[in-house]
């Protein structure tokens, strides 16, 4: 790996060597307290130091609505919309939200791969930076550190005049071959970011905890906070469901398929014909959400599909923490079963 050192005034002229090779995708202020991944147009509008953006960079993969082919009723033909693949360089990624590109490439890729989430994934080159956590961030309780760099061709780690450059993958030498601004690496002491928000059991046993949740109170006192409003779902960088619907014109000669996310905390989530709804309450609704997190895809792949960026709670309409709910059923669990069995609980760091 080789290292470099970034300083605060070369990021700019940094930006714009990137635009020269690609669409530039980084962080940008959003409102008055927001930020937003969005396309450079301007280099000095990037923001590297922020917390969290309203969305992760799963939109530019798997988009909130997108067309997926037109159709004629009358010559019963279908033609499908094209997916680019051009080059895309994704600047100021947080570990966590790598980390969560990861995952979905392994949902859109398992049985039936997804071809259009697929595609869009060709030719990216991502380049993190580390992030200071604050109130809602705990990935380190699901095992992402703040300076994981799994996913990365750059990586850049924040220091008191700028950035450290750890040039991690052959495309990131070729992204940052002919940039001159770069300097001799700094010796860096070893950081130890700390993250206030944890989760009180290692990660690894949360599918023991939840086996043993299934019936407890714990869903029916967060459902009365609850409003069933979805936004967990549609910020969650690892949230995948999405809805298809035909909509055709009302001159029944033509039509569209389009696909929009869907969120399985929206009432109409589970609802099927005939009026029937698999998960009606919302305490079934946030069982199914936490399950999908610590238990369904957890029992297959043996990590958490959630990545603890905390936007969940950060954005929540009744400020529910996923965290609080986690720990909850872990105490439940703990007082139930671990202390008949006299078996300690792991602690994590
Ligand atoms: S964001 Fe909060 S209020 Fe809305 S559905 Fe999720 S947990 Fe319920
Ligand atoms: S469940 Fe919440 S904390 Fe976990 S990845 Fe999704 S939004 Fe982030």
Not at 54 to 74: A, G, H, M, V
Not at 218 to 247: H, I, M, Q, S
Not at 297 to 312: A, E, H
């Amino acid at each position: 790996m080789k290292r470099y050192n970034l300083l605060l005034q070369n990021i700019p002229d940094f930006v714009k060597h990137l635009q020269a090779q690609g669409e530039v995708l980084a962080p940008h202020t959003k409102g008055d307290n927001s930020f937003s991944f969005d396309k450079v147009t301007d280099a000095n509008n990037v923001i590297l130091d922020y917390n969290r953006t309203l969305q992760s960079i799963r939109k530019f993969f798997l988009p909130p609505t997108e067309r997926l082919l037109n159709y004629s009723l009358t010559e019963n033909t279908f033609t499908k919309v094209e997916i680019e693949n051009n080059q895309r360089i994704f600047l100021g990624v947080h570990s966590y939200d790598m980390q969560a590109v990861l995952k979905l490439d392994f949902n859109f890729s398992d049985r039936t791969p997804e071809v259009n989430y697929l595609k869009r994934r060709e030719n990216c080159t991502f380049i993190g930076v580390s992030f200071e956590p604050d109130d809602f961030h705990f990935s380190r309780s699901v095992g992402i550190t703040v300076e994981a760099t799994e996913g990365f061709d750059i990586f850049l780690n924040r220091h008191e005049n700028g950035y450290e450059v750890q040039v991690l993958t052959e495309r990131g030498e070729g992204i940052i071959k002919g940039f001159n601004a770069l300097e001799n690496a700094p010796e860096l002491a070893e950081t130890n970011r700390q993250f206030k928000n944890k989760i009180k059991f290692n990660h690894n046993r949360l599918p023991e905890v939840m086996e043993q949740s299934w019936k407890s109170p714990v869903w029916d006192e967060v459902a009365k906070r609850c409003v069933g409003c979805g936004t967990c779902n549609l910020v969650c960088p690892t949230c995948y469901c999405f809805n298809v619907v035909d909509n055709v014109d009302l001159s029944l000669k033509d039509g569209s398929r389009d696909r929009h996310w869907d969120g399985c905390m929206l009432n109409s989530f589970a609802a099927v014909a005939g009026g029937e709804n698999f998960r009606e309450t919302l305490a079934s609704r946030q069982r199914h959400r936490i399950y999908r997190k610590f238990k369904y895809i957890t029992d297959k792949t043996g990590d958490p599909w959630c990545v603890g960026c905390g936007r969940c709670a950060a954005y929540c309409t009744a400020d529910i923490s996923i965290v609080e709910i986690i720990n909850q059923l872990s105490d439940e669990f703990e007082q139930n079963y671990l202390r008949k069995s006299a078996a300690p609980a792991e602690q994590i760091i």
